[in-house]
């Protein structure tokens, strides 16, 4: 376990890697989950204001999780997420992007109902490979503190509570 | 066509209907976009804070969308979304469950820099078969003004912009 509420300092910035995008996938995604024409229809994506095929805000925002998870939370003390603000997505995401996901803390506290945990609010930001940005969003999450985990021989595990 | 932005009124609520979610679906999502224990394995789910499997927040939402999608967007004059604020899961989703999806109108305005889009904020929210909350959030969409589709004769697709 490398990553516990300690080591969300603010300021710190994690580089979390990039993942390509196909078209076969913005379709196969939006067709199960956000199955509007110009994410599932490459003519009539070519004849709306997008001009093409632009994957779904879910699908993006999805596609960060994973690299998220993979280079932060699933090596972290994490608790759970109880929510996310202020998601944006200032440009479109197309067949054949690659992003490239970044996560940068922005504050971190003390759980006051729960002095062993911490809470760490990150800006999550993605951007294509010509270096512009196609998803913000501002994510809150739970990490176990070093000294409980620690006082626990491991991770603290008590149970589900309102922790804000 | 049947909703533009003028069928938007404040207090609106618009009943989504339902979907089952099943536990292959939630080890499917979450091994492609959110691979936490808690969210992939059943036996590792057990262990944990929540005592078995739940749905990765990113699915829920996706699963709102596709309800959200099918009983207003897709039969809309939609021109996208800038962004959603305030997700919230108070509560897990769970294998077998069944979530209700709601949509309530909280504010419409005229855009400002498109005289012909309205900008729509709605309420999202979600219940279990147990009328227990699982997600809200505030969603924002863009929608063609009734008069300026019927200027054109059809949708008005005036290209990408930045509306807000």
């Known amino acids: 376990m490398t990553f516990y509420f300690e080591d969300f300092s603010v300021g710190r910035v994690f580089e979390l890697g990039q993942c390509a995008v196909s078209e076969e996938e913005i379709v196969a995604f939006a067709t199960g989950y956000d199955p509007q024409p110009f994410h599932t229809d490459r003519v009539a994506a070519a004849d709306s204001m997008f001009g093409g095929l632009i994957a779904s805000g879910v699908h993006t925002m999805a596609l960060y999780m994973r690299l998220f998870v993979e280079g932060v939370l699933g090596d972290s003390a994490s608790q759970g997420s109880p929510g996310i603000d202020e998601m944006r997505w200032p440009?479109?995401?197309?067949?054949?992007?690659?992003?490239?996901?970044?996560y940068t803390v922005a504050s971190a506290r003390k759980s006051r109902s729960r002095p062993e945990w911490g809470i760490v609010t990150g800006l999550a930001s993605a951007e294509n490979q010509e270096g512009v940005t196609v998803m913000t969003m501002s994510v809150i999450n739970l990490f176990t503190r070093r000294y409980a985990a620690e006082a626990d021989g491991r991770l603290a595990s008590p149970g589900p509570v309102a922790p804000l």
Do not use: E, N
């Open 91 to 102: 440009a479109p995401v197309r067949p054949g992007d690659t992003l490239r996901a970044r």
